[in-house]
């Protein structure tokens, strides 16, 4: 039997607890999370989401996040107003701001805030840049410390490190680029089988010429003629050679 002691040190006990729990549960407000162990270690965080087996794992005071797959934003302690859709997004722990969709895009990132990527594996190395947009498979993929670029396309600036303030705009565009910094958008066309760059200025005149061509020739009957010719094997003329899109 217990004594009157023993039974009310049990009692304090057992309220002590109960106070805290309630207490922790009074200081987690809009949370709302399913999946085992999701938002596990949540103490003050409040308005999070999170969606898969241990997103959110060790949040504690972070608030405004959303996570949806699992272990995303795993390791996301004090980050805010992150969202991330996949299984993305594990080592965040104070970058905050960050918004990833795909597969493994800003798996690495620490403290890197203000990002965005879009695309499997878009900035999965980058760990401190900021300020960074990837949409695109593979974009800015090797990216870690580089600030303030974009990339749009496949594999745009695939290979930047440390490069900051570069526009990429196309597939493949600035694959090579590494720390270079301020470049422009350009973008890699193959319409040779050895890829070069334009401008998007220079590719709108090119366009704007071949469209006055295409429209001439139609006007004049000469392209049709040519067809012709060519479709009955007459060598009496001959095709033009093709020219590349660069206009040379």
């Not at 193959?190 to 401008?199: D, L, N, V």
Request: aromatic share 6%; with cysteine.
């Amino acid at each position: 039997m217990k004594t009157n002691k023993e039974r009310t040190a049990v009692f304090l006990y057992l309220t002590s607890a109960l106070v805290m729990c309630s207490a922790q549960a009074l200081a987690q407000t809009n949370i709302t999370k399913y999946g085992t162990n999701a938002l596990f270690s949540n103490t003050t965080g409040d308005f999070n989401s999170a969606f898969g087996h241990s997103s959110l794992y060790i949040n504690t005071s972070g608030s405004r996040n959303t996570a949806s797959g699992s272990n995303s934003l795993y390791s996301n302690t004090t980050g805010n107003n992150n969202t991330a859709s996949g299984s993305v997004f594990r080592n965040n722990t104070t970058g905050s701001n960050n918004t990833t969709t795909g597969y493994a895009s800003l798996f690495a990132n620490t403290t890197g805030v203000n990002n965005t990527a879009s695309g499997s594996y878009s900035l999965s190395a980058n760990t401190t840049g900021n300020n960074n947009t990837a949409t695109g498979y593979n974009s800015l993929v090797n990216n870690t410390t580089g600030g303030n670029n974009n990339a749009m396309g496949n594999a745009a600036l695939f290979s930047n490190t440390g490069g900051n303030a570069n526009n990429a705009m196309g597939p493949l565009s600035l694959y090579s680029n590494t720390t270079g910094t301020g470049n422009p958008s350009r973008a890699i066309w193959r319409c040779t089988p050895t890829p070069r760059g334009i401008t998007m200025s220079r590719l709108a005149t090119v366009l704007e010429r071949s469209a006055r061509q295409a429209a001439a020739m139609s006007l004049s009957g000469n392209w049709r003629a040519r067809m012709k010719r060519a479709a009955t094997g007459s060598t009496s003329r001959t095709m033009p050679p093709r020219r590349c899109c660069t206009g040379r």
